[in-house]
């Protein structure tokens, strides 16, 4: 048994934040269960758990003081940044800390000669491209949610966006982190250089989800921003020939600032929500935007325009402002809050898959929503393979949300079956940790396990979330053979919340 | 083009049982960068491990057994007008997948279009246990598990055979163009990180005896726009140029064969001091090459205030340590690592560090 194990339930909570607040502002240290509640899920909220205290220091030397007093006494620690997370990753521990790195929020140094950046971990994503702007910089990563997500959470999934086709995820642009170990050690890793000496420790840590370190500073690079952006949008009457002119895009040399896709249910219930002029009649929607020089846009924009028409789009339309294209990407943008507006309640799913089997999963998702009885929307970075697709449901009917998941699980094995992944930016966390067998084999999971252990041996950060136990993976795979298809969710998770 | 994987794995498991040393060779092309080792170390051949396992020109996705040499992908990717983007150096005919990966060598296009490091997307692995392992995969986002791929990079095969790896590919751009200035060193380090600032088609800046080299690629548009507006010569055969460079044929590297190359990882603004030997600066001031005599902690040392850091590539003395010096909790760190995929220690002991 572990320290962990050992110590679980025994830890006095007012003994504990006695200990902090002797080094923590007082205020800082949160033990009540009102001021706690905000804490107990992430962007996922059918997840949750009260944690034992939530602590928000605002010195690294405090949050190496947390993790040398929890790492003493065994005490889970999960790191959080602004809870956008979408696949309970940042859920709380029971009898855990959550060490809120909400008061990182500064900018530390901007260097528009070296384009580079030093942040704190609880700085926004969105807030550091606006620092940089006056110098024609900006921050690569763009994920939906950078109005509020922070760069430590970014790390920590290796989170991507609309952009990322060309300019790459977060793990493409860091330069270097500094990290505390589970017992409070300080390390930095990376450099100020593009690369640094032995095995990637960088990549490694990137898209982590908080189980091996906990992030306190981050290097970034910083892009000059293109002088022009274009996007044109085109309507096609079936998913299969969109594909294919996404592919026609690339095999003609040309990689898009952005390339997303929408299918009819999406382009209906966002047109009607942000009326972007979409074309509400088509079976898929193609925004692909070109960035660059002047010289460089217009040659790409003809390109693609004439490629669209060739392959037989049904619409084609350019924009010609900046006010134009902000308009067109609004659609696609508030996909996720319009699609919540046609149903009670929406689950958001995120597998990547090879673009050539886009038709293929589309149709297989068709005859699976059919056959429970549930609506799929999908928004797809078509570009990189990365498919979103919303289950619709209504929470209130009971039983809906288990089958929403099984029809979800079943999409993710779909995504692995067909060469793919079980998530190309949301992470595991505890959602998806039933999945991971289908896309890894015990050998592989025990790699992992080892890799949690070089740098937490007694498994205190952020337990229960990525990677699950060789038990967990014996026990899903009963399971799984055991169930009727559509009625997996037999299987209750501790950490279901109750929406009454 | 041959799978020798189930073999690879009996040696490893042999060695495994005597408790016998492995040295994994892809073509030994880069053999000079590691250390060199006392005692016997069996060679584990990767040379015969080759070929071409997809390619999907259309999904940007290549995927290759670890042997294969770098030409015979060039090859392949020549025929649909694609490239790998990080410009591997091919010291010999005999430079392999695996080999550019294990040691994360990437070209003069490196700061735009990505490192190895960068465009890996997956890698099958055969890790001290004898047990061959598939991490990441074919796609181009994938978050499931920890990046054992791109851990890889760097690591000089310490953490296991790599015996596949799938890469994402570019297209090649359309048109390029090299542009030169006169500059001293010091000029030209703020010319190329302006440069690299400004929204431009830049895809290579290099400083040597007193020239910058600016090279431009992408759309013809673009490219003659900002030709047009940054001036300079036009330079001819520009293409040899930047391949000598890349694969180190440059007089630079050449001449004065004995003398010590050393590589130095470094903010890209840095001004290093003044030092006996030579200098040139790739990667618009974030590598720099020096040739000369030294030691390797004051090198160290002036690679660090540079904020990076510094190895001695080629050359010098290699019983000592040839990477930069690492912090005693990093090296803890690293050993854990290591201990988690070769717990016998039977992969290239010594090779990367004296203390690994
Ligand atoms: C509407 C919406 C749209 C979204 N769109 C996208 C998108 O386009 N692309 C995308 O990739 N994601 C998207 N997301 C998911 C989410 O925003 C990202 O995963 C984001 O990076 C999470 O950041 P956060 O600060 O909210 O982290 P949290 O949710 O607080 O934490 C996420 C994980 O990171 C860990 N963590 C946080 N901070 C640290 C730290 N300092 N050190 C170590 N570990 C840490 C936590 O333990 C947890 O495991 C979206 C979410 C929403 C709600
Ligand atoms: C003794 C000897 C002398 C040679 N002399 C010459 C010569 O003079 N000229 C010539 O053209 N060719 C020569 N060769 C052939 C040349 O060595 C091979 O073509 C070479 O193996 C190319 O490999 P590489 O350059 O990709 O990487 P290597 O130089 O083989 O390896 C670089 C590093 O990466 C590691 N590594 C390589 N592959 C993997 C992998 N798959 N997984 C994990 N780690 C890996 C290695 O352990 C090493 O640390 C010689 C070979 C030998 C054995």
Known sequence: MSQAEANRGQVDREALARRFRAFIDPAYVISDDETLKPYECDGLSVYCEMPMLVVLPETVEQAQQVLRICHAEGIPVVARGAGTGLCAGAMPHPEGVVLSMAKFNRILEIDPLARAARVQPGVRNLAISEAAAVHGLYYGPDPSSQIACTIGGNVAENSGGVHCLKYGLTVHNLLS???????????????????????????????????????????IKLLPKPEVAQVVMAGFDSVQTAGDAVGAIIAEGIIPGGLEMMDSHAI???????????????????????????EEVQ???????????????????????EEERARLWQGRKSAFPAVGRISPDYYCMDGTIPRSQLAHVLTEMDKMSE?????????????????????????????ELEKTEAFGARILELCVDVGGCITGEHGVGVEKIRQMPKQFNEQELSQFHRIKAAFDPAGTLNPGKGVPTLRQCQEYRSLDMNIEPNAGAQAQHEGRCRHD | MTDISLQLQEQVKAAAADKRALHIVGGGSKAFMSREVEGEQQTLSLAEHKGVISYHPV????TARAGTPLSELDAVLAEHNQMLSFEP????????????????????????????????????????????????????????????????AGAMGTLGVITEVSLKVLPRPSDTRTLVFESSLDEALSMMNQRAAEPKPLSAACWQDGRLYLRLSGAHAAVSATAGYWGGEVLNEADRFWQQLRDQQLAFFTEEGARPLWRFSINPTAHLPALDGRWLVDWAGAQRWYRGEADMAEMAR??????????????????GEVMHAQPEALRQLQRNIKQAFDPEGLFNPGRLYSWM
């Open chain 1, 371 to 399: 056959a429970c009885g549930l609506r799929v929307a999908n928004v797809f970075h078509a570009g990189d393979g990365n498919l979103h697709p919303l289950i619709l449901f209504d929470a209130n009917v009971p039983g």
């Open chain 2, 59 to 62: 999904e940007l996705v290549l």
């Open chain 2, 302 to 319: 002036i690679a660090s205030a540079a904020g990076g850091q510094v190895s001695l590539f080629r050359g010098g003395d290699r019983s």
């Open chain 1, 268 to 294: 209906v219930a966002a047109e009607a929500f942000a009326k972007a002029g979409y074309p509400v009649d088509a079976q898929a929607l193609l925004l692909c935007e070109v960035d660059g020089t002047e």
């Open chain 1, 177 to 219: 982190v500094e990290l505390l170990t589970v017992e409070g050690e300080r390390l930095s890793i990376g450099s100020e250089g593009l690369d640094s000496c032995g095995a990637d420790l960088l990549a490694l840590l990137t898209g982590s989800e908080g189980l091996l370190g906990v992030v306190t500073e981050v290097r």
């Open chain 2, 89 to 152: 150096p091919r010291f010999t005919d005999a430079s392999t997948l695996g080999g550019t990966l294990a040691c994360n060598l990437s070209g003069p296009g490196r700061p735009w279009w990505g490192s190895v490091r960068d465009q890996v997307l997956g890698v099958r692995l055969i890790n001290g246990l004898g047990e061959h392992l598939r991490f990441g995969g074919q796609v181009m986002k994938n978050v499931a598990g920890y990046d054992v791929s791109r851990l890889q």
């Open chain 1, 299 to 321: 040659e790409h924009i003809e390109a693609v325009e004439n490629l669209f028409r060739r392959l037989g789009a049904t619409s084609v339309r350019t924009s010609h402002s």
